[in-house]
């Protein structure tokens, strides 16, 4: 779709603020069926009382919806947002705006839970090196000290793989035991070390029995209302700015947001006192229902796919961009985040994630935890790309997109000026 007949489109149509297009609750066909099957128990109860940090972001939304259709009774959604008009207004949600670096905020938000889903989290190379600190590691030790004083002694801490990648080398089919323990020497960006470091206070805790706890971890999580990834590199081929990046081979598994949510659900069954799987780390993707078993895709090709489902210019009818030029490029945006503050989307972080490979065996979240996927990749990515067709696209303005600068969904930016707000208080 040429970029002038994509704009006679959109013309014909209201477009819908981008915060409203990423809340809403209206699910995909396949997120529909799996709705259906959370309502008759397919997949087992849940604890009456649930509390989701984060609860209004891609995964966060999901979340608390999921358990609501599995059957909790109250369901906290905390954020540091108010809710927008259009989010779920059901009578076993309870939404509650605070601040995660404030504890009486999360004392309130905690009291009486079951069990507290702590999902929020700064997310990505692209925000303020402070927020990453604030959020991942006050903000978890804020929920640790809350739970503890209110007596919650279950949490399922929302990792990241990143957190065990390290600076060289692939992650091509590992298990949780092949990739290095936290903590590392360094991390290949700030998202990824204070995760960690978040994670860690949650592990001595758990040793000195101040606290259950389970980390379960996504690779790349895609779906419906995805405000982050898809939008991200779609921008950026809309505008004609998207490459492929080196030989376009890179294997990468993925994780669909509902089968994300399903192996944060199944994990809080397995905190318990006696239980072998407490302080354990687990990886949770598309396993074997990607195009090859073994658990990955070939990245470029299914980006491609999203590509071309937009109707853009195919990937393959450019020249790709060589990996050692694509070095010098990055260090060169490095830089100039480094002097001017302004972050660029071609940084170093995003060179390796777009070049490695990246997939993992997910048998330890299958033998310990009973995950298998809910939603497969051949129906899962299909029926995003559909959604974004019908919901994303008509929103695309290419006068306003960049494709090199940015990189921050609304909503986080939004996040990140409450919080400055709130520290300058």
């Known amino acids: 779709m040429r970029l002038s007949a994509l704009t006679s489109a959109r013309s014909a149509l209201r ?32 604890p009456k009382r649930c509390v989701v940090t984060g609860g209004l972001g891609f995964v966060g939304q999901r979340l608390v919806e999921t358990l609501v259709e599995r059957g909790a009774e109250q ?18 949600i309870k939404y509650i705006t605070g601040d995660l670096c404030n504890l009486e905020d999360v004392e309130e938000a905690v009291k009486g839970a079951d069990c507290v889903w702590h999902n ?60 290095p323990d936290i903590p590392q020497e360094s991390y290949v960006a700030e998202y990824s070390a204070t995760k960690a470091e978040g994670e860690l206070l949650l592990r ?12 379960v971890a996504p690779h790349t999580v895609y779906g419906p209302r995805d405000n982050l990834f898809l939008p991200n590199l779609l921008e950026a081929a809309g ?10 081979q890179s294997r990468v598994g ?15 069954k ?36 999203a590509v071309v489902g937009m109707g853009f210019d195919s990937l393959y009818s450019k020249m790709a961009l060589p990996y050692f030029l694509l070095r010098i490029i990055a260090a060169i945006c ?10 660029l989307k071609l940084g170093w972080f995003t060179l390796r994630m777009l070049t490695m490979h990246r997939w993992f065996r997910i048998t330890a979240a299958q033998s310990d935890l009973g995950y298998q996927p809910i939603v497969s990749y051949k129906e899962g990515w299909p029926d995003t790309i559909e959604w974004f067709r019908n919901k994303w696209l008509p929103t695309f303005d290419p006068s306003t997109a960049s494709g090199t600068t940015g990189g921050i969904a609304q909503q986080t930016v939004d996040k990140v000026k409450l919080q400055e707000q709130r520290m300058k208080k």
């Open 270 to 305: 397995q905190i318990y006192e006696t239980s072998p799987h407490l302080g354990k780390f687990y990886v949770c993707t598309d396993g074997a229902t990607h195009p090859h078993p073994e658990g990955y895709s070939i990245f470029w090709n299914e980006l491609n796919e």
């Open 120 to 179: 929020a989290a700064a997310v990505g190379p692209f925000l303020p090196k402070h927020f990453y600190g604030n959020v991942n590691v006050l903000g978890t030790k804020n929920v640790l000290e809350a739970c503890k004083k209110q007596g919650v002694s279950k949490i399922v801490y929302s990792a990241t793989p990143s957190s065990r990648f390290t600076c060289s080398g692939d992650v091509d089919g590992h298990t949780e035991a092949d990739m």
């Open 239 to 248: 505008i004609g700015k998207l490459r492929i990046f080196g030989n376009g």
């Open 75 to 92: 369901v906290v959604s905390f954020d540091i947002v108010p809710p927008p008009a259009n989010v779920w207004k059901h009578e076993a």
């Open 334 to 343: 490095d830089a100039i985040s480094a002097v001017t503050g302004k972050k």
């Open 204 to 215: 001595k805790a758990c040793k000195n029995g101040e606290i259950m706890y389970i980390a």
């Open 15 to 46: 477009m819908a603020p981008r915060v409203e297009l990423y809340t809403a609750y209206e699910l995909s066909p396949v997120q529909e069926k799996i709705r259906e099957a959370n309502k008759k128990g397919t997949y087992g109860a849940v």
């Open 254 to 268: 993925y994780t669909h947001v509902d089968n994300y949510c399903h192996g944060l659900i199944i994990a809080e």
